[in-house]
């Protein structure tokens, strides 16, 4: 996708994996971002920030409604409530919003959240004043201060962030014995991926033995995630894009010296749009979006 601020809106993917990232570096609370909460939860009714998993996934993207999106946000987080126990102590770091630890803490379990983000520890605290919090990066936790020790630790969507042996490091000394860290996220296949999020899956692998980590359980997800990239490309090609052009065009048709100056920078802008980042042929060639439940060996 084309670098320029109209691309960069379109892609709500990567604006998400920006906005979190940014917040990872605050140290301080935000007003801003409680309007970016509150826009999250207008838009989605709920307190996810993460992919969709589908089921039954779809053939058509055009035959995916809101509804089934919102559905299949749920179902990605039934996917890691099913691995939990009721009783058990369970870690989800990087807990965004607080959606998970919610659906966590109403089968039984008892969750504590990780964030570094001050305004998503303020929501999580106000909605849910019960459930306890780690404000800090993983890396930065003093694991020999916390005690009891964790039955679970959840990665979802969110260890993509972490550094492979720091990360690694942290969890093996979380862990209680017999637990289990259950890692949902996508990684890239080759190093020339065409988009550099996430760790390269020969790098994580490679990770998990230099720290005795098993695998116990891999299943592939991509292409249950898949229709949520899909959905965002028909809105963007249908909807965002359209919209785009007819807005700017009726900007510069009433403003003869804006439209001399600017117009056809900004018509080169939008025509050079490419939506390769919320392409599912492209993100299959390049990744692989995988659930992992591993044990210390």
Not at 68 to 88: I, S
Not at 136 to 155: H, L, Q, Y
Not at 252 to 277: E, H, M, N
Request: with cysteine; proline share 5%; glycine share 6%.
């Amino acid at each position: 996708m084309s670098s320029g601020p109209v691309a960069r809106l379109l892609n709500v993917a990567a604006l998400l994996r920006h906005l979190r990232a940014h917040r990872a570096g605050r140290s301080v609370h935000d007003p801003a971002d409680d309007l970016e909460l509150a826009l999250y939860g207008a838009i989605f009714g709920n307190d996810f920030l993460h992919y969709g998993y589908f089921r039954q996934p779809p053939a058509d993207a055009e035959s995916i409604s809101f509804a089934d999106l919102k559905r299949a946000m749920d179902d990605y987080a039934t996917l890691l409530v099913e691995r939990v126990r009721q009783g058990e102590r369970v870690l989800d770091v990087g807990c965004g919003m607080g959606g998970l630890l919610a659906r966590l803490d109403a089968v039984g379990a008892r969750p504590v959240g990780v964030t570094p983000n001050a305004a998503h520890a303020a929501h999580i605290r106000a909605r849910w004043p019960h459930i306890a919090l780690i404000e800090s990066a993983f890396e930065s936790i003093d694991a020999a201060a916390i005690a009891p020790k964790f039955d679970a630790i959840v990665n979802a969507e969110s260890f993509q962030y972490i550094d492979l042996d720091a990360g690694m490091r942290n969890v093996r000394a979380l862990l209680a014995p017999g637990g289990r860290w259950i890692v949902i996220d996508y990684f890239r296949l080759r190093p020339d991926a065409k988009n550099k999020s996430g760790h390269l899956l020969a790098d994580f692998e490679a990770a998990l033995a230099r720290h005795g980590l098993a695998v116990a359980e891999r299943v592939d997800v991509t292409e249950n995630v898949l229709p949520t990239l899909a959905y965002g490309k028909l809105l963007a090609t249908k909807f965002a894009l359209p919209l785009a052009r007819f807005a700017s065009e009726k900007f510069f048709l009433r403003r003869p010296f804006a439209a001399y100056l600017f117009q056809p920078a900004v018509r080169g802008k939008l025509d050079a749009i490419k939506l390769d980042t919320l392409d599912p042929d492209v993100f299959r060639r390049d990744k692989r979006y995988l659930l992992f439940t591993l044990r210390p060996g």
